[in-house]
């Protein structure tokens, strides 16, 4: 799901583990957008509203803030990154 091996190293960092337990827990464990249309559902994920990249990836106010994550159900972080129908490959061809 993420685009590159830097940026899938970060997920197995200590900072990002601890960050994602602290800010799961401050969320109760529930995921936001199911929380804010009345249900309750557990967070298993927690997202990057500004999604992780090799340039953006050493910038602790993107990487590691609170202000730029959310706690989510899988259903709801799955569709939080079905924002294109289509992506394109190395070479620039379109993939659906």
């Known amino acids: 799901m993420h685009s590159s091996p830097e940026v899938e190293r970060f997920y197995t960092t200590r900072a990002w583990k601890k960050c994602r337990k602290t800010f799961l827990e401050s969320r109760g464990g529930l995921c936001e957008i199911c929380?804010?249309?009345g249900l309750i559902e557990p967070a298993t994920e927690v997202h990057h509203k500004i999604h992780l990249t090799v340039d953006n990836?050493?910038?602790?106010?993107i990487?590691?803030?609170p202000?730029?994550?959310?706690?989510?159900c899988e259903s709801c972080h799955h569709e939080?990154?079905?924002t294109k129908r289509w992506r394109a490959d190395a070479m620039g061809r379109v993939l659906l």
């Open 63 to 65: 990487s590691l803030n």
């Open 35 to 37: 929380l804010s249309k």
């Open 67 to 72: 202000d730029n994550l959310m706690a989510l």
């Open 80 to 82: 939080q990154h079905q």
């Open 57 to 61: 990836l050493g910038d602790t106010n």
